[in-house]
């Protein structure tokens, strides 16, 4: 128990600290508890081939396989037309759509789809993206327990609940496993509180500040980047002559001199390409794709004895509209680019993306952006073409703000993709199928029939999630193992224990919503449902009802930024601060509470 306990701590401290990475510490983790016999050796990596983590994948994948079917960009359609332009309408629609895909898409993955969708709704509009992002998100997570398949806690529960079987004293009477729709009451519930809460209060809660970055919009390209991050002037050509010191330079050198401007493109000879490398030389005839204000332009063509040309000629075709431009990117908290410099990832080189600018929080850095140290949720300007931003974007690590010119991928393959994702809930729902089959199916179906290839089912997956849902649901096994689940639930109706229910639930419901604000709501839920089982069989209470009671609440992550991932990702572009997430969050919270604790009561009566 105290082996236990110290790993419990130990896991809660590096979560919150982040010394050391989320899935390095859940291996970490698994692996003492292998060493140590806590569980036997051969079913410490159970977790790993359990029913959650199979379904998760396998979700993981169906979502992609939407996404690249179009199924986002016809909902964007959609809610155009239904909201018919009035902010009210638009705020509300988003919400209700985002509502629906959280039922079935991953609350992170979902996030990474929206942003996208509601920049454009907001472009074409003139709505502040302020007014539309943290409702966006926050309605994704309030419609995130409506079913069994998109939120990993939930997923995770029936393994949690079936190693609490094994351990019951004999004679007790089994805990029930939950069905693919068995939450759908108190989901529905929640999502309409979300939707609801938005629509009647949204406006008075809302970020009141409207500063110059929220008062324009992507769409205005030129007017945004100049008032959001001093990136002004045009683009023009500098020809490089044969006198100029420039020659013989690379890129990197060039680019550091006194008030050079932002070098995005190079033609050396016949060979053209957007973003050239630091360390791309520079020769004798070699035309420069620079942007900056007019007067700094010639300045900098004088003293470095360059022919300037305000009209683009020979980079024209890199330059059109329709083609490439300045873009925003939000980087995710499962991003490979975190804690690496600008100049460290060579974006450039393998991406062909010019960073400008990176925005934190109430800070914009410009000066010296390669140096810059990228962390989860910085907004970052880039330059590129908009294919070579659709493909760096397809690995996870950065997520495109901006409304680009994008093509779906499979268009035509829209039919399959919603066929075999409604077949795969079929098959949970009315077959005794586990989840994990059922869900397998439909991903399967969809790899057979063109959504998606085998290479893109991978990326799909985030491996990171499944490492640190596979290796923590070990931890909830040992505390039912070891006798230390029941010890804690002792230890709180030693204080606790002439209390009501209601007064028992609403403290595991709210000590689960402050772990989730620090830690993972999956680590969250694998400590608490062993506790809250045992305080319900200490109290002959329902232990089925306390045990959903927690991984509800495990969602109920609105306080801070940082309490979730899709949260982390809409800061940057909303241009949200900690104050925003207060006076938003804490009234939801009080409500969501509320609703959890009334509606599975009723629901388990």
């Not at 990475?21 to 569980?39: E, K, P, S, Y």
């Not at 050796?41 to 959650?52: K, L, M, T």
């Not at 586990?434 to 199916?441: G, H, Q, R």
């Amino acid at each position: 128990m105290i082996l236990v306990l110290g790993l419990a701590g130990f896991t809660m401290l590096m979560l919150v600290l982040e010394w050391i990475r989320a899935d390095m510490v859940a291996l970490l983790v698994v692996v003492v508890i292998g060493l140590t016999g806590v569980i036997p050796s051969d079913r410490v990596f159970n977790g790993f081939a359990g029913n959650a983590v199979i379904a998760i994948i396998a979700i993981m994948i169906m979502g992609e396989g939407l996404d690249r079917a179009g199924v986002l960009n016809l909902t964007a359609h959609m809610v155009m037309k239904l909201a018919k332009g009035m902010e009210s309408r638009l705020g509300l629609v988003i919400n209700i759509m985002a509502s629906l895909f959280s039922a079935v898409i991953p609350s992170q993955a979902l996030a990474a789809l929206m942003i996208p969708v509601s920049s454009r709704l907001s472009a074409r509009t003139g709505v502040p993206l302020s007014r539309l992002l943290l409702p966006m998100a926050f309605c994704i997570l309030t419609a995130t327990n409506t079913t069994l398949i998109a939120n990993s806690p939930l997923i995770v529960l029936n393994d949690l609940i079936a190693s609490a079987n094994a351990n019951l004293l004999p004679g007790a009477h089994t805990i029930p496993k939950f069905g693919l729709f068995s939450v759908t009451p108190t989901g529905l519930a929640l999502a309409a509180v979300g939707v609801g809460y938005f629509y009647f209060f949204g406006r008075k809660l809302l970020p009141g500040h409207e500063d110059e970055r929220l008062k324009v919009t992507p769409g205005r390209t030129e007017s945004y980047f100049a008032d959001t991050y001093g990136i002004v002037g045009e683009t023009a050509e500098l020809t490089v002559t044969a006198e100029s010191p420039l020659v013989g330079m690379s890129i990197g050198e060039a680019e550091a001199l006194h008030d050079a401007p932002l070098i995005l493109a190079i033609r050396s000879g016949n060979e053209a390409r957007m973003a050239p490398p630091a360390d791309h030389v520079i020769w004798v005839g070699s035309v420069l794709g620079v942007l900056g204000p007019r007067e700094q332009l010639a300045n900098f063509a004088n003293n470095q004895l360059c022919r300037l040309s305000t009209r683009m000629r020979q980079l024209a075709e890199l330059f059109n509209p329709t083609r490439a431009g300045i873009s925003e990117v939000v980087i995710p908290p499962v991003s490979r680019f975190i804690k690496h410099t600008v100049g460290e990832l060579r974006l450039r080189k393998r991406f062909g993306i010019s960073v400008l600018a990176v925005n934190r929080g109430d800070q914009v850095l410009r000066d010296d952006v390669r140096a810059v140290t990228l962390r989860a949720g910085d907004t970052v300007v880039v330059h590129s073409t908009w294919r070579d931003l659709s493909l760096a974007s397809e690995d996870r690590d950065l997520v495109v703000v901006t409304d680009i010119p994008k093509e779906e991928q499979r268009p035509g393959k829209i039919w399959q993709a919603v066929g075999f994702f409604v077949l795969a809930k079929c098959l949970a729902l009315f077959t005794n199928l586990d989840l994990s089959v059922a869900m397998m199916t439909g991903a399967i179906g969809m790899l057979l029939s063109g959504v998606l290839n085998m290479d893109e089912a991978y990326k799909a997956v985030n491996w990171k999630t499944i490492f640190v849902t596979a290796c923590l649901i070990p931890l909830g096994w040992s505390m039912d193992s070891t006798g230390t689940a029941a010890w804690l639930a002792q230890y709180v109706l030693h204080y606790l224990g002439s209390a009501s229910p209601w007064v028992l639930q609403a403290t595991l419901a709210v000590l689960t919503l402050l772990f989730s604000q620090v830690m993972s709501n999956v680590g969250a839920t694998v400590m608490m449902v062993p506790i809250a089982i045992s305080v319900a069989v200490a109290t002959g209470g329902n232990p089925s009802a306390y045990a959903l009671i927690v991984a509800v609440s495990s969602s109920n992550t609105f306080l801070l930024s940082s309490g979730h991932p899709a949260l982390m990702m809409v800061t940057g572009p909303g241009g949200y601060r900690g104050k925003d997430f207060l006076r938003v969050g804490v009234p939801l919270t009080l409500a969501m509470l509320v609703v959890t604790l009334v509606s599975i009561n009723l629901l388990f009566r």
